[in-house]
């Protein structure tokens, strides 16, 4: 019942998948508080991770996060790459060199990932970043992992809370990233990354891999 | 949108190719991953001065590769910082002995990104420091902000500094003077109409005919407010008061003057607007010593312009005046 | 139609007031007539070269004032010649003793305009020759129609001729060299929108999402087809290939390619469009030795490219490559 | 029943006044086929022209022509400013030092202008140019001046058959000045030079100053 490499591998193609299929309105989201290129820099860098999993298959869990951390840190650029990327090397390493992930590995690659972002950015709950649809993510893994929920279900929770989290960013004012040049006119919108997080979480869970 | 292009996705490598075979006596490209290197780097004995970010901003960075300005640019995707290793390639192609000095517009992605590859670069022996330009007095300087962005005041940092650079002067000296420079530069600007970004396909704000947007920066992002459109001198004004403001610069003051264009706005606009300034200025009793006008510092297609002021002193001046050898200034 | 200006009556005049500002030290100007002459002028011994015609198509030709180009620029009002009394001004201020050759291009207007100025400072007893730019193949060339426009090709001959003048050549010489550029200089452009005139207010002519207009001129006029819009590889080809026909250009041509942005294009669009020129030459064998890339000749705040191709030799590339000191050109 | 310098002068203001209220129309005109200024250049030109005669006021017809003519040539530019410029200079030649003009002399001082502006413009018959208004004025003027018509009259008769020649240029294509590069295109729109000489003349009729 644990996560194995092969697991994370049809997760983070599903991923791909989402983000593709979100492109537009990633770029969308993008457009009216940023720069109108969120969904172009995470398609961009999914593309990159799928075909580099065409070629080289990782064989741990860890090893594959950590594939997926430097692909996307070489891919992406902007804000998002160097923050999603940070987020993906530092669950690499909450994992280690288990070879399956049960729920509470899970729900540790979260906060690990979660942390990297936040020492990165240096965001805060409320800041209007993807740090909004992690937190509550990471808060519901981790309660789900400590009620003995195994890695599908800890999984599920946090993609319906960074859903949750992904869509209460939208009356918020921006303190960080682009949108916060705007000010009070960046309320009234989603923001971009928060939504791309709900969308990979939610990608995951759906893929029915984990 | 109409653009004249092949694919929103070949856009920047096309670019690039277009500009090696225009400039095979200054500058080299690379495309993967995409670099503007000066045709002879590295420059032994002098520091490398590397500066990029997202395309979109031509001539920035990559027209200001060239003898006494940058040793080479790293271009992004349009609007979108380069990645680490793009920047870790630029500083190996120009590892001179002398280090590295890296200039960063100051938004979240660049700075992360170029920070990046400055530390991992380090961890392999280079010499290599960072400089932040946030010269946009329109963003509010404070922690709970993203900091200022780095708009056209970045051109005056890379010329200055490149001059000093190109007079073989230390990694420290660079630093020092990239440093002055940024404290002493100020800029603000208007936007009449929205650039389209390419793989978005639309213009990234729309505004009526009877509108402008006001403190803008150089990536479609709406500004801080929006305005009824005005007069020329009601537009420069309203760009100079905040920027006098701000450092202050005062009466007696010796100052540099850029009028820049984002795009589209043509040069018989932007020389009535850079006299509506100088005449300002004069005003004020502040002294205009040097100018720049023309599309150094721009957003695709947006039309508006920004006003830049840098307060001067010898030194700066000097290194100003020193010769200029890129596509886009040359002297 | 939202522009940074203060009235369209007295642009012209705005833009002359701040190029004056800002070129202290490469030109002067006056506004009644209105006129940019080279700081130095007259330069005594040498042939003054004047050019001229409407506004709206800046660096043309006030930008390309100074050493080694220009020695006056007469700007009418936009897209309107000026008129003789503006011309003879030009000519007696730079009068120098050694004759003016004047550069008109190929316009009702502008030929009549210049043409009776020379006619009138020649009574007056000045040497003064004109010779006239007609580069565009989009216009049929006939005793029927008022004949080729002046187009792209008009810088490449200010250049060439400057130099030409600069180094002391007699007016038979320039006027003999500056006939030999024309002769050998061919344009082609397309737009993808039009211009707007100040005082008309809105776009010369609209076109669709999905249409450009090829065969256009610098005055807003319709092109000579509405075609469906197309990539950068369609549309380089569309310029490209009349040109080529209509000199004819051929394998082991030596040549300058000028690749221009009418204004809006950017810089990142037309590198690109010029390495695509670049790629089709190189597929022909003609061999481009020399290039000019930006927005040189424009038509206000359109957005659309041109091609130009001047044919190569010895003396006209060592010309092209004298040293030049003006706002727009320099090196 | 001759006609003055004053009534010259109270044409010309006439004339300048139509032009100005019609300057959107003419820019118009242009606007389609050309480059959009031939309203704005007449209009600059003879409003220099209406105060020229506000300080200096020539005492003969021919004289009042010429200081128009000079007044035109250093203000209009373009095409029309070099051609409408030579008009004046040749009706101003051709009427001398006449202190009053009979119907003849108008005519004469018609022929004259339209001999100026093919001899500048080389424009003939049909090329959808002023010339096209000139030709019938003139026509018209000569005829009705031969028939012992008075100066209002004739000026008149010329008024009306500019009219109807400026409207007849819709259908052309054109052969000269900027409209030709179109080609075919020019067909379908008045010529704006043939429309604003057909305004002048209605304008120094209805003046009734002549
Ligand atoms: N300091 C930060 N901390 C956390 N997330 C951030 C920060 N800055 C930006 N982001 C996230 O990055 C997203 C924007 O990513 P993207 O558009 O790809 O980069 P850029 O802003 O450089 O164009 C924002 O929507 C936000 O969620
Ligand atoms: N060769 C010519 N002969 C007679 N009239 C001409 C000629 N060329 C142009 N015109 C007239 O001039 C008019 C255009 O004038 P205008 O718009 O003021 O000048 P431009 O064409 O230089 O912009 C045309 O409509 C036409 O009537
Ligand atoms: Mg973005
Ligand atoms: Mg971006
Ligand atoms: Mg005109
Ligand atoms: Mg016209």
């Given at each position: 019942?644990?996560?194995t ?9 599903a ?9 537009d ?5 993008d ?9 172009e820099?995470?398609?961009r ?10 070629t ?6 860890g ?7 430097t692909t996307?840190?070489s891919t ?5 790459g160097?923050?999603?990327?940070t987020?993906f ?5 909450a994992?280690?060199?288990a070879?399956?992930?049960d ?6 690659a ?9 020492a ?17 993510a ?10 003995g929920?195994?890695?599908?279900r800890?999984?599920a929770?946090?993609?319906e809370a960074?859903?949750?989290g992904a869509?209460?960013t ?11 040049y705007l000010?009070?006119?960046?309320a009234?919108?989603?923001d ?6 709900a969308l990979l ?5 759906e893929?029915?891999?984990? | 949108?109409?653009?004249i292009?092949?694919?929103?996705a ?5 670019a ?14 690379r ?12 420059v ?19 027209g ?5 300005m940058l ?5 992004g ?7 680490p ?13 002398a ?8 938004y ?7 920070e990046t590859?400055?530390?991992l670069?380090g961890?392999?022996g280079?010499?290599?420091r960072?400089v932040?330009?946030?010269?946009d ?12 962005r ?7 940092v ?5 001059a000093a650079a ?9 630093e020092?003077?990239?440093r002055?420079?940024?404290g ?8 009449l ?7 978005a ?6 505004l009526?005919?009877d ?6 920066g ?14 020329a ?17 005062a ?6 003057l850029?009028?820049?264009s984002?795009?589209?706005?043509p040069?018989?606009?932007?020389y009535?607007?850079?006299g ?12 205009v ?6 599309p ?5 297609d ?18 100003w ?5 890129t ?5």
């Open positions: 019942m644990g996560c490499a092969t697991d994370v591998i049809g997760a983070l193609r991923g791909a998948a989402a983000v593709s299929a979100h492109r309105e990633l770029i969308q989201l457009r009216v508080i940023g720069d109108a290129d969120h969904g820099n995470m398609d860098g999914f593309r990159a991770v799928v075909s580099k999993l065409d080289a298959v990782p064989e741990t869990p090893a594959v996060l950590k594939q997926v951390a996307l840190i992406v650029g902007g804000a998002s160097p923050l999603y990327g987020a090397l530092r669950a690499a390493a994992v280690g060199d070879l399956e992930l729920g509470p590995a899970v729900a540790a979260l906060q690990a990932g979660l942390d990297g972002v936040v990165r950015g240096k965001a805060v709950a409320g800041d209007k970043t993807m740090v909004d649809a992690l937190i509550p990471v808060d519901a893994a981790k309660a789900a992992a400590a009620d929920a195994g890695p599908a800890v999984l929770v946090a993609a960074a859903k949750s869509e209460a939208e009356p918020l004012v921006a303190r960080k990233g682009r949108a916060s000010g009070e006119r960046s009234g919108h989603v971009p990354g928060a939504r791309s997080t979480l939610s990608a995951f869970v893929s029915r891999s984990v | 949108m109409k653009k292009i092949n694919d929103p070949t856009v920047v490598g096309d690039l190719r277009g500009m090696a075979a225009a400039h095979p006596e200054l500058l080299r490209v495309t993967d991953p995409a670099l503007i290197v000066r045709a002879d780097a590295p032994a004995g002098k520091v490398a001065l590397i500066s990029g970010g997202g395309s979109g901003h031509e001539p920035l960075h990559g200001f590769v060239g003898a006494g040793t080479a640019a790293v271009p995707a349009v609007f979108t910082s380069p990645t290793d793009a920047v870790q390639a630029a500083i190996s192609e120009t590892e001179s002995g280090g590295a000095l890296l200039v960063v517009k100051n979240t992605g660049d700075v992360l990104n170029f590859a400055a530390e670069a961890l392999e280079a010499d290599v960072a932040i330009v946030d010269d007095v329109a963003v509010k300087d404070s922690t709970h902000t993203a900091g200022r780095g708009v056209g005041g970045t051109v005056l890379e010329k200055i500094v490149g190109e007079r073989g002067e230390s990694l420290e000296r660079c020092a003077i990239a002055r420079v940024v002493q530069v100020r800029s603000m600007g208007v936007a109409t929205g650039p389209t970004v390419p793989h396909g639309e213009p990234s704000f729309t009526s005919e509108e402008m947007e006001i403190g803008i150089i990536h479609g992002e709406p500004g801080r407010r929006r305005l009824p459109m005005e007069s001198d009601g537009i420069v004004a309203k760009l100079l008061e905040p920027i006098l403001e701000d450092l202050p610069f009466e007696g003051d010796d100052v540099l850029f009028t820049n984002m795009g589209a706005t040069m018989i606009e932007l009535g607007a850079h509506i300034a100088e005449r300002l200025l004069a005003e004020r009793g502040v002294r010593r040097r100018r720049l006008v023309g150094y510092t721009t957003s695709l947006m039309q508006g312009m920004s006003l830049t002021l840098l307060k001067l002193d010898e030194e700066l001046t000097e290194l005046d020193d010769p200029v050898r596509a886009a200034l040359h002297w």
